[in-house]
Each structure stands twice: as structure tokens, then as C-alpha cells.
């Protein structure tokens, strides 16, 4: 006999776990270990689309938290907390993240891993008057008319053009097939941009979009062979990345592949392994950079991977070290420059001192343009997917 | 009787004033949590789309999977016409002419300030709605006919053909394609000057709209047409027998429905400030559909009280499940990204298996119980 | 002419061949207890994680009947929690549990395995490319509609031929006088959930060797595309839902390759309302008089 719960009974039940979980929730963000605190939050999805994009950054955020806990304001140290929050990489659910890390009282936000997240939050952190740095976010709308956000990374248009010099110089190509997908702001974005480009630099190209959810892309490979592509561009997620690859390689598709900064991922490596792909992607960093900030940085964070299991599952399974990871630690690191320079933890104090910032990165040296907060930045790595790991082929700027 | 409405009708209207005053005082102090007051924003959201999704299943009994559809045409419908359109040519970058040109409440708060501002938003939700219910009875003429299940798989795949649709390069100079569409009149634009002090309106708003159009739908359903809605639903061929025309009923309730959906898509995009069509998939009707049926199928208070639960519930309550969290050194396991959602599935499953009618089953929160009617039927007896 | 419509052909009818085993789920539960089993494309794409884990640890020999058994359990475990109890409950009250069912496996797979592409294993021979026709492919792709056709034919003599098989058609025509004539109807739902997850075991099999990449979403449009093929060739009908699944694939993939290809869900869709405005019980399903 199943007993059946009276609804009075319920409802009493449910209004009491209500509110002991409100008290729960609300009372968060203690554990203080005396001493004056300053809050990072950290803006990221952990879920979703991006959560694999976003927990690789996240772990970029954590490590220079671990080499840099501290930051010295006004001759006072202080400890740097982690909030962190995820947004799901869902517009609708970005926004009460936001509100959540408005409401824990950060002074800085660190993220989002996508570009639409970050849109969207953006007048949540401008009406608290709390500057948000972007670590990997290349849409232009992000920064463009929002004086509170900052990018450390490059942008589309730039990104877009890059790839398109790329594939001109390297590969010689006249004829390029660009696959996004449909509904994407980001692949689209950056797909528009490398049309544009390759255009301009006398090619043709074919360019076409899959719905969402779409795993069957040997229609779309033929159509490339079809259309006699000397190129494939392809800047979609991980997810699809591996799709095409391993559908590529079964067609017997002999062009190079290439894309954007998403395909910087281990989930690329293990897709190319084993087949003869040629797979290209642009970044913003390079493992094997022999330049001294960048070589510390990718054995310190190794070693600190390898130290907990759970760090290595969020970064793939493999100490690979992602570039969205480098650039979550160079925007901590510019927060905390920013935070000193300050000599505050006040949003608007932190949010002027980040124009002035001039600080070396390991992705490179990191200054903002006045107008519209983005990191300039002129060159991109562009790096080969091989037998499990990212070689570097050569660094790519764009001409004129 | 026609005191008794009256009375009624008072009464509402002074509850729903109190509520937006206390909200008033909610946003305007400081010491308020502002997740407070975002999970009451996108609750009064919700607890539209719920109450419209309620009407048309749980009160005329059609099963239909198509909500997010609608909320997207809404969406977008309003985002359009409230661009500003200074900024339109950056938004819309990659279309060249993109945009219509002009923003209705930019146009009435021109010659008419504030109180423009509020017609012109008023306007374009309207609009919203229309649009939303124009593509409802275009949808409805084919698919209203077919019986439960497949009625609830041809809205969904209806919802999908739309998303698909809306995104479309070609289309792009009017909805942007696949980039977002941000920067119209929002919550936030609203305030209420009252000599040197500005009040903050941004939850005081969506209740506002959102009570009134809960009000109509609650006109409707006590009316004659509810009760029609109410026969089909309990038997179709015994409501047909009795003279009610299913096919013009269904698609009343049909259009209806997606009018309110249309809306709340609308103040969606306000809350969010920003429009991406890839969140409108089918998940978000799934989303509503549990709130619905946690609520009470045929309960309009137990629809809006459940959107409450479940948007403080999966979004602010439980986040501290997301966290690693160390008691005294000690990592407590499984408790990391990801839990809180598997903890809110598990709440739901056992919801929907061991409390089957949901909050309030099909019962208002102040309905009148039979006692008290014969109660005042005594009183009249007596009184004469 | 024939060999540019080749490949985008030989990809419909593989693809179309695993729509119609995972259709094959659908519509034997849906033909007994007139339940969409939303969460029967998670159960698929658990197959793909299962499979992936398994042979991270285990020989190939060992992990494919093992998740074949585990698939299987997992089918019968889901019914026995989420559908039995509500078997007298309101139609939408068992879709709803079919939902939260999906919302929860899917939620529990984010949670496992942190949402990055997983590359399934190669199973030897099925993956192995061949040439078809001048036309480079995986084995697997010329196979899938050869066995779909075996594993049909099988069911259906097991259906009309065997003891269960009769009692599946006789709750499937009516109920309640099923149980009232004898049958052990919880043994017979037990047994259909249990082919059901057997076929959607091997159609994962079939599916992640061909499209590698297994993550916790991707069984969700594959599943409502199996839907579609059911319901498209009548819900009910085992014939139906393989030649539905057939036609989805195909159409699908012929109109990839003829350009339109941001609408080839959105017409997979059209083409259920067409069907279903014509012909409202599906292509191949007998026509049912209402009784008043």
C-alpha cells in the first residue's frame, strides 16, 4: 500500500525546506579566514554548450589564485577570494548568475567562456559598477558599447582574418567551404568575418550552416569535395569539431581542416589521432613557447594538474594545457595589477585603473584600448593537430 | 450576483496594488538581496507562460509541446521594435540595412516622456503577443484536429521549424540571424519620478504586467467560454453533443495561449536584456510544462506559485550544491558543478511520482468552498 | 548523375537504418501502454558512455555483451521506476515522468562525465572504411540496413509466433481485457522495454561507430527523429517505423547535399505535419472507429 502524503502536509513540508535552504544559500560566501578579503567572481559555464571550454578556463583562474593569493592594497594585504558561478552557457540563465556574483560583492569578474553569456550579463555588472574582464569571449559586441567589460583575448574580425591569410599563404587556397552552426553567434560571427577576408583576398567560398544537435556531417563533407574546396573552415564547438574530423577521415578528405580558437581542445586531439587529417587551428598561446613567463607557467600549471584527479578530469582527462586556461590566469593576473593600482576594492576605482594596466602575460603583453577596453593584441599562433598533441606551425598576423 | 463580482473583482485588484507596493519598497531599499528580487523578476515571467501553457492543457486538455515557439516569436517580435535605432547599425554589423529604422517607444517618448515610454512598451508587447498568436492559428489549422500525442509532437517539431526559421542568414536584416539582439527597453528603463527621489521599478513591472494579464486569463476561464474549455476537456464528444463547436473552441484556446506566451517571451527578453534563439529550445517548454504539472494541472495558483518554487529553487536555493565545499579540511564528495541539477531532476521525479496532482491539485487558493455557498444560500433563505 | 547522389544516399540509409531501430523502442511501447518513452534516447546514448568507459578497462570481447546486458537493465529499471507506478495515472501525468525520466539521465550524465566529447571506440571490422561504388565509407554503413532488416524480420516472427509475442499483441489491442484473460501484463512490459533497449543498444553500437563523438545531448535529436519515423509510419506498426525511419534518413541526407541544408531538421518535421494532415494515424496504421 503506498501512503500518500496529505498536500497540507507537503506544502507545510516544502515552505520549511524552503527556507532552511534560503538560509543556507543566503548565509554563503563565509569562511574567511580572518583578515581583509577581496572577491574575484568568476564568471564561467560549467555546464552546457561551453562547459568544457569553461572549466579549462576556470582551472587557468584557480592555478593563479594558488601562485597569487594575495594582492597588497594600500599596504594592506589581502587575501583574493574565488566566487564562482556557472551560467550554464545559457543567455537566460547568465543573467542571475551575474546577479548572484553582484550579490556576493565582488570587486572584479573574471570570464565568460562565450561570447553570448557575457552580452548578456554585461548590463548586470555595468549597473552594479563591477568591471568584468573577459578571458576568451572574441565577439566585438561584448566590450562595444559596455565601458565595464574588458577582453584580454584577440577578436573575430581580426581572428576571422587571420585564417583567411592563413589559408591564402600556407596552402595556396582559391576555393574554401566554411561549415557553422546554425544559431551560433560566435561560429557565425567568426565565419562571416574569414568570408569577408578570404574574399577580399581574391577567393571563393561556399559557406554553409548545421542545426544544432546535428552528428551526421557526411553530407556536409561531400558538399565541401563537391564544391572542389582547397580548404575547410569550421569554427564550431568541440562537439562537432570531433564529428568532422573522424567523418573526414572516413571520407577519405584529403584538404587541411581549419578553425578557430575552440578547436584548441584535447577533444580535437583524440578525434585527429590515427588518421591522416590535417587539422589547423588559430590560438592565443603556444605550450612549446619557449619565452620565459610562458615556459614557468606551463610546468607550474602541469605540475599543479597532475597533483589532483579532479583537475584532471575537468581539463579533458590529459594535462594538455588549453589556451583559454592561459588566458583565464593572464586576466587574474591583470585583476590583480588593476586591483593594486587601485589601491581599492571599489568597482569604479578598479574599473579606471584597468585602462592604465600594462602588464606581460604569458599570452603576450596586455594593455587595453581606451575606447573600447580590448587587449591589443596582433598576432595569433596558429597550431597543427598531430599524433595527440598541438604542434606549432607559425605565428600569423594580418597584413596591412 | 452581479455585487458578488463586483466585490470580487475589488478585492483582486486592491491584493495585486498591495503586492506592487510592497514589491516598490523591495527594490528601492538597499539592504534587499539582489537575487531576491531577479528570482521574483523571472518567477512573475514564468508564472505567465505557466498559467497560458495551463490554460491550454490543463483546462481544455490539449497537449501541447510548443511554448518556447511562441515565447521566441514573442521575443523577437519585441526586441525588433525596441532597438533604439542609433544603435541598430552597430547590432545588427554584419547586415547591411539591418534593422527596421525606428523604435516605437523611442517614437512616443518623443512627444510624450515617461508615460510614452511605458505606452510604447505596452504597445510592442501587445504586438508580441499578436504576432505569437497570428503564427498559433496559422499552426493551428492543420495540427488541432490530431489526437493528444500527436498534437504534442507536431507543436514541438513546430517550435523546432520556427528556432530553425528564425536564425536563418536570409532573415538576418530583420532578426539578426544568429547574433544576439541586445540593447532594447528593458526592466531597467523604467523609473518613477516623484520630486527629487527616483524610484526603481524593475520588479514592480513584470508584475505588473504579468497580473494583468494572469486577471484576464482568470476573466476568461470563469466565463462561459471557460466552461466550454472545461467540457472538452473532461469529454469532447459529450461537450460536441452539446452544442459546443470544438474545432472554433480548440483554436480559441489555442491562440489565446500563445497570445500570453508571446508576451511572457517578450518580458523574458526584457529580464535577459538580450535575445538568442538557441535558448528557446525545447527544454524550456519541458521546463514549464514540469512547473505546470508540480502546480496542479487546472490550478492557476498552484501555476504561479509552483513558477515561484522552481525558479528559486533551481537557481538560487541549490547553487551551493555547484560548489566545492570543505568542512574543516575534509572535501565533501559529490558535491560539484553539475549535483545541483541532478539534485533538482530527483526532486521533480519524486514530485511528479508521489505527489501526482502536484501543489494545489485543480483547486484555487481562495476559492469559494461549497459550504460557504450553501451557507449564504441559508443567509438569503432566512433573510426573506 | 547517380555517383554525386551516391554518398549522400549510402549516409541516408545508414543513418535512417539506426533512426529505425531506436523507432522500433518507441512504437512497441507506444502500441502496449500509449506512452511516449521520452527518455528512451537517453537510454541510447548511455549505451554510447557505457560502451566508452567499458572498454577504457575491459577487453572488447567482454565490454559488448556487457553493455548490452547493462543497456538492457537500465531499459526495464527505468520502466519499473518512473512508468509502473503511474500505469493508472492521467496519460499526461506517465509523459511528464517520461520527461523528468530524460531531464534526469541526462543531468546524471553532464554530472559523470563533464560534458566533453567523448570518442567512442572502434569496434574492428564495423569501423573499418571501405570503398563502395567509388565512394569512401565505414563498413558500418552498408551493414546497418542489412541487420535492421534481420532484427525486424526476427521480431516480427516473434511476435506473431510466440506466446509473448501474442500477449504483446493482445495488450497492445486492448488492455485491460488482456490482463482480465490471464496475462501477466507486468511480465509483458517488463519484456518489451527490454527488446526496446536491446535495439536501442545496437543501434547505439551502429550510431556512435559511424558518428564517434558521444556526449550527453546527443541522443536527444536522434531520439525525436525516431519518434517522428514511428509515428510517420503509424504508431503501432513495427513495419511502419522501420520504412519511416528509412524515408527520415534519406530525405534528410538528400537534403544536405542539395544545398538546403539549414532546414533539414525543420523539414523532417514538415514532412510529420504533411503526413500526419493527410493521414492522421500515420502511413501504415489501421484505421481505429471511435466508439461513442
Given at each position: 500500500m503506498k501512503a500518500f502524503i496529505s498536500r497540507r502536509d507537503f506544502l507545510k513540508a516544502s515552505g520549511a525546506a524552503a527556507a532552511a535552504a534560503a538560509l543556507a544559500g543566503c548565509s554563503s560566501g563565509s569562511g574567511s579566514t580572518g583578515g581583509k578579503t577581496v572577491k574575484i567572481g568568476v564568471f564561467e559555464p560549467?555546464?552546457?554548450?561551453n562547459g568544457a571550454g569553461g572549466k579549462q578556463e576556470v582551472l587557468g583562474i584557480e592555478y593563479a589564485n594558488s601562485v597569487a593569493p594575495t594582492v597588497d592594497i594600500g599596504g594592506e594585504s589581502y587575501t583574493v577570494e574565488l566566487v564562482e558561478v556557472d551560467n550554464q552557457s545559457s543567455t537566460d540563465k547568465a543573467v542571475t548568475a551575474a546577479q548572484e556574483l553582484v550579490s556576493k560583492k565582488v570587486s572584479v569578474v573574471l570570464g565568460s567562456y562565450g561570447s553570448g553569456v557575457s552580452i548578456a550579463a554585461a548590463p548586470t555588472f555595468q549597473s552594479a559598477s563591477i568591471p568584468a574582464i573577459g578571458c576568451s569571449c572574441t565577439n566585438p559586441a561584448v566590450t562595444e558599447a559596455n565601458p565595464y567589460y574588458f577582453r584580454v583575448c584577440f577578436l573575430d574580425p581580426f581572428q576571422g582574418s587571420v585564417m583567411a591569410n592563413f589559408a591564402k599563404d600556407e596552402f595556396g587556397a582559391a576555393n574554401a567551404y566554411v561549415l557553422s552552426m546554425l544559431g551560433e553567434d560566435y561560429g557565425s560571427g567568426l565565419a562571416t568575418y574569414f568570408v569577408d577576408a578570404f574574399k577580399e583576398l581574391g577567393g571563393t567560398v561556399t559557406s554553409e550552416q548545421f542545426p544544432e544537435g546535428t552528428s551526421d556531417f557526411s553530407a556536409y563533407i561531400q558538399n565541401a569535395i563537391n564544391a572542389g574546396a582547397d580548404v575547410i573552415f569550421a569554427p564550431c564547438a568541440t562537439t562537432y569539431a570531433a564529428q568532422i574530423i573522424t567523418q573526414a577521415a572516413s571520407a577519405g578528405f584529403d584538404k587541411p581542416i581549419t578553425a578557430g580558437d575552440t578547436w584548441e581542445s584535447s577533444v580535437i586531439l583524440d578525434a585527429q589521432k590515427g588518421t591522416s587529417v590535417q587539422v589547423y587551428c588559430s590560438t592565443f598561446f603556444d605550450e612549446n613557447d619557449d619565452s620565459g613567463a610562458a615556459k614557468e607557467f606551463v610546468a607550474g600549471f602541469k605540475e599543479w594538474l597532475n597533483a589532483d584527479s579532479q583537475k584532471l578530469t575537468n581539463n579533458g582527462g590529459n594535462d594538455i594545457v588549453a589556451a583559454v586556461s592561459a588566458l583565464g590566469y593572464d586576466a587574474y593576473m591583470t585583476a590583480l595589477e588593476a586591483i593594486a593600482a587601485a589601491g581599492s576594492t571599489d568597482g569604479t576605482a578598479i574599473k579606471d585603473a584597468l585602462f592604465k594596466v600594462d602588464y606581460d602575460g604569458v599570452t603576450g603583453s596586455i594593455t587595453f584600448?581606451?575606447?573600447?577596453?580590448?587587449?591589443n593584441k596582433d598576432m595569433a599562433y596558429i597550431k597543427k593537430a598531430s599524433d595527440g598533441a598541438f604542434s606549432f606551425v607559425k605565428t600569423q598576423s594580418v597584413e596591412g | 450576483m452581479k455585487q458578488e463580482k463586483k466585490r470580487i473583482y475589488l478585492r483582486a485588484a486592491l491584493a495585486l496594488a498591495a503586492i506592487l507596493a510592497v514589491l516598490l519598497a523591495l527594490d528601492n531599499l538597499s539592504f534587499v538581496p539582489s537575487m531576491l528580487l531577479t528570482v521574483l523578476r523571472k518567477g512573475a515571467i514564468y508564472a505567465l507562460v505557466a498559467v497560458s501553457m495551463n490554460l491550454l492543457?490543463?483546462?481544455?486538455?490539449l497537449f501541447s509541446l510548443g511554448q518556447a515557439g511562441f515565447m521566441l516569436l514573442g521575443a523577437y517580435t519585441y526586441a525588433i521594435l525596441t532597438i533604439p535605432a542609433a544603435a541598430q547599425k552597430s547590432i545588427y554589423q554584419r547586415y547591411a540595412n539591418g534593422g527596421i529604422g525606428f523604435s516605437i517607444p523611442e517614437l512616443l517618448s518623443k512627444p510624450l516622456g515617461g508615460l510614452g515610454l511605458l505606452l510604447g512598451v505596452v504597445f510592442c508587447l501587445a504586438l508580441a503577443g499578436f504576432i505569437a498568436a497570428l503564427f498559433a492559428f496559422l499552426i493551428g489549422l492543420p495540427v488541432l484536429k490530431l489526437k493528444s500525442d500527436y498534437l504534442a509532437i507536431a507543436t514541438l517539431g513546430f517550435a523546432e521549424i520556427i528556432r530553425a526559421a528564425v536564425v536563418y542568414e536570409g532573415f538576418g536584416p530583420l532578426t539578426n540571424g544568429s547574433n544576439l539582439l541586445y540593447?532594447?527597453?528593458?526592466?531597467?528603463s523604467f523609473s518613477l519620478h516623484l520630486g527629487s527621489v527616483t524610484l526603481r521599478l524593475e520588479t514592480v513591472m513584470p508584475f505588473l504586467f504579468s497580473g494583468i494579464c494572469i486577471g484576464i486569463i482568470l476573466l476568461l476561464i470563469h466565463s462561459t467560454y471557460g466552461r466550454a474549455f472545461k467540457a472538452i476537456r473532461d469529454d469532447e464528444i459529450a461537450a460536441e453533443a452539446m452544442g459546443i463547436n470544438l474545432a472554433s473552441h480548440k483554436r480559441m484556446s489555442f491562440i489565446i495561449s500563445s497570445f500570453f506566451a508571446g508576451i511572457s517571451g517578450a518580458m523574458l527578453a526584457m529580464y535577459q536584456a538580450s535575445v538568442q534563439a538557441t535558448t528557446f529550445k525545447s527544454s524550456m517548454t519541458y521546463e514549464i510544462l514540469l512547473i505546470v504539472v508540480i502546480g496542479g494541472i487546472g490550478s492557476v495558483s498552484g501555476s504561479v506559485i509552483a513558477s515561484f518554487l522552481f525558479i528559486a529553487s533551481s537557481e538560487w536555493l541549490l547553487r551551493f550544491l555547484d560548489n566545492e565545499t570543505y568542512i574543516g579540511g575534509f572535501r565533501l564528495p559529490l558535491l560539484r558543478s553539475g549535483f545541483r541539477m541532478v539534485v533538482f531532476s530527483i526532486i521533480i521525479m519524486i514530485v511528479v511520482l508521489f505527489f501526482r496532482k502536484g501543489i494545489m491539485g485543480d483547486r484555487e487558493l481562495f476559492q469559494k468552498k461549497p459550504a460557504s455557498a450553501a451557507r449564504t444560500a441559508k443567509k438569503e433563505v432566512r433573510s426573506k | 548523375m547517380a555517383a554525386k547522389f551516391l554518398p549522400y544516399l549510402l549516409a541516408g540509409i545508414s543513418v535512417g537504418g539506426q533512426y529505425a531501430l531506436i523507432a522500433i523502442g518507441y512504437t512497441m511501447v507506444y502500441g502496449i501502454l500509449r506512452l511516449i518513452n521520452f527518455a528512451h534516447g537517453d537510454i541510447f546514448t548511455v549505451a554510447g558512455f557505457m560502451m566508452v568507459y567499458a572498454t577504457a578497462s575491459l577487453p572488447l570481447a567482454v565490454s559488448i555483451p556487457l553493455v548490452v546486458i547493462a543497456t538492457v537493465l537500465l531499459g526495464m529499471g527505468v520502466e519499473k521506476i518512473a512508468y509502473k507506478p503511474l500505469r493508472t495515472a492521467p496519460r499526461m501525468s506517465v509523459m511528464i515522468s517520461a520527461i523528468g525520466m530524460s531531464y534526469l539521465l541526462q543531468n546524471l550524465m553532464w554530472y559523470a562525465t563533464g560534458g566533453l566529447a567523448k570518442q567512442y571506440p572502434a569496434l574492428p571490422w564495423i569501423s573499418d572504411t571501405v570503398t563502395v561504388l567509388g565512394c569512401q565509407t565505414k563498413r558500418v554503413t552498408v551493414i546497418t540496413p542489412f541487420l535492421v532488416v534481420v532484427l525486424v524480420v526476427i521480431l516480427v516472427t516473434l511476435i506473431q509466433k510466440t506466446r509473448m509475442g501474442m500477449a504483446m499483441r493482445a495488450a497492445s489491442r486492448d488492455f485491460e481485457t488482456a490482463q482480465l484473460m490471464g496475462i501477466r501484463i507486468n511480465n509483458v512490459i517488463s519484456f518489451t522495454f527490454a527488446v526496446g533497449s536491446f535495439l536501442a543498444a545496437i543501434g547505439s553500437m551502429m550510431y556512435f561507430s559511424n558518428y564517434t563523438a558521444v556526449t550527453p545531448t546527443v541522443g536527444a535529436m536522434p531520439g525525436l527523429k525516431a519518434f517522428v519515423a514511428a509515428v510517420f509510419g503509424g504508431i503501432g506498426s513495427i513495419p511502419g517505423a522501420v520504412i519511416g525511419g528509412f524515408l527520415i534518413g534519406i530525405c534528410e541526407s538528400l537534403i544536405k547535399g542539395a544545398g538546403a541544408t539549414t532546414f533539414s531538421d525543420a523539414f523532417t518535421f514538415a514532412l510529420l505535419i504533411v503526413v500526419l494532415a493527410v493521414k492522421p494515424t500515420g502511413l501504415f496504421s489501421e484505421n481505429l472507429t471511435e466508439k461513442v
Open positions: 560549467a555546464s552546457g554548450d584600448d581606451q575606447t573600447t577596453g580590448d587587449a | 492543457n490543463g483546462f481544455t486538455g540593447g532594447f527597453t528593458s526592466f531597467s | -
